[in-house]
Structure formats: structure tokens, C-alpha cells
T-cell receptor
Framework: GQQLNQSPQSMFIQEGEDVSMNCTSSSIFNTWLWYKQDPGEGPVLLIALYKAGELTSNGRLTAQFGITRKDSFLNISASIPSDVGIYFCAGMNYGGSQGNLIFGKGTKLSVKP | NAGVTQTPKFQVLKTGQSMTLQCAQDMNHNSMYWYRQDPGMGLRLIYYSASEGTTDKGEVPNGYNVSRLNKREFSLRLESAAPSQTSVYFC???????????FGSGTRLTVV
């Protein structure tokens, strides 16, 4: 089945630094999503991307849908302590069943004040 | 603004015991999902229900059963718990055709 490779697995950064993480797939997706999971909570949707090449921002977060439709990246600018958590990418294709949202294994972000 | 509510939040079971994890959503969503989250494995789909009255297997269905009781509720049952089922379980819902899933806050299950 389809698999997503998300990297890096973890990051330890200083407050104020920029962060970049990415996801790649062996096959194409029609939609890329980025979620954040705070400790002890469920994932929350940050950004949704629907078109190849699309660049979308949400505050300090910017995500892009790769031209090949096989990758996506998420950037966080000027990190702050509340950015701590696990970030998941997810890919989906239209049609077929509803159960086809595929998740990456996550990037665990730690921010040192 | 409840969203997706899961109960219980924590549970410890002995091997062989059974239990049902409850999930309810108040957003009138058609589709509901059960995921498990294990360290280093991300989120893996156990079962989903595209609409009331239908259920389908996901990536890791073995050892689980589900019931879509009505449009609001989707339960996950472990008939005979095993230590390999120690995990954090998340329920999610979405509107058909929409891509943003709303997740509950999880049930942390330990099987000893």
C-alpha cells in the first residue's frame, strides 16, 4: 500500500529558529494535509493543500504541495515554545473509500526557550 | 463545542478481558474512524464507517470489532485484549468528501 516517509523524525531547536520538515510518497496524492498533535491530545488540522504547486500559509506556518504530487513540506518560522508537539503529514486521494487518509509517522518538535 | 468525545480517557485491562471504547461526535458528520497510535508508527487506521450503517476494515483490523450505532456514535470493541493492543486509540470524524478529520482526545489503553 501507499506509504509516506516523513523527516526528520525529531528536531531539537532553539526558540526563534525556523523549522522545516517534509513528507515524500512513492505514489501521488490529490490532497496533502498537515496536523499537529499536542501532548495528550488528538491531532488538529493545520493546513490543507489541494493543488500541485500550491503554497499556503497559516500564521507562522507555510506548507507547499509538491509539483510532482509526491511530496509536501511544512515550514515554521520564528519558533516559540508552544510549537512543541508532533507534526504529521497526511495524504489522500479522491474517490474510492473514505478510509484512505494515509499518515506519516510524525516529526517530534522540541523547542528550547 | 464538544466535537468528538471519547470515553474512557484511560483504561487498564488484563489479558483476555473485553471492553468497548466509545466515540460520539456532534458535528453531524457522515464518516467516522478509529486509529491507533504507537511510538514511531504514526497513526494507523483500524476501522472506518463511511456512513451510518456501513463499516470497513482499515490497515490493522485484527482483534477489533466496530459498531456504527447511529450517525453520532461509533464504538470499538476488543473481545479478548492482548498486550499488543496497548496503545493510544483515537476516534475521528469527517464530512463525506471533506478532507479535514476532527479527532477526539484519545483513549490510553494498557493491557497487562
Amino acid at each position: 500500500g501507499q506509504q509516506l516517509n516523513q523527516s526528520p523524525q525529531s528536531m531539537f531547536i532553539q526558540e526563534g529558529e525556523d523549522v522545516s520538515m517534509n513528507c515524500t510518497s512513492s505514489s501521488i496524492f490529490n490532497t496533502w494535509l498537515w496536523y499537529k498533535q499536542d501532548p495528550g491530545e488528538g491531532p488538529v488540522l493545520l493546513i490543507a493543500l489541494y493543488k500541485a504547486g500550491e503554497l499556503t500559509s497559516n500564521g507562522r506556518l507555510t506548507a507547499q504541495f509538491g509539483i510532482t504530487r509526491k511530496d509536501s513540506f511544512l515550514n515554521i518560522s520564528a519558533s516559540i515554545p508552544s510549537d512543541v508537539g508532533i507534526y504529521f503529514c497526511a495524504g489522500m486521494n479522491y474517490g474510492g473509500s473514505q478510509g484512505n487518509l494515509i499518515f506519516g509517522k510524525g516529526t517530534k518538535l522540541s523547542v528550547k526557550p | 463545542n464538544a466535537g468528538v468525545t471519547q470515553t474512557p480517557k484511560f483504561q487498564v485491562l488484563k489479558t483476555g478481558q473485553s471492553m468497548t471504547l466509545q466515540c460520539a461526535q456532534d458535528m453531524n458528520h457522515n464518516s467516522m474512524y478509529w486509529y491507533r497510535q504507537d511510538p514511531g508508527m504514526g497513526l494507523r487506521l483500524i476501522y472506518y464507517s463511511a456512513s451510518e450503517g456501513t463499516t470497513d476494515k482499515g490497515e490493522v483490523p485484527n482483534g477489533y470489532n466496530v459498531s456504527r450505532l447511529n450517525k453520532r456514535e461509533f464504538s470499538l470493541r476488543l473481545e479478548s485484549a492482548a498486550p499488543s493492543q496497548t496503545s493510544v486509540y483515537f476516534c475521528a470524524s469527517s464530512e463525506r468528501g471533506a478532507h479535514g478529520y476532527t479527532f477526539g482526545s484519545g483513549t490510553r489503553l494498557t493491557v497487562v
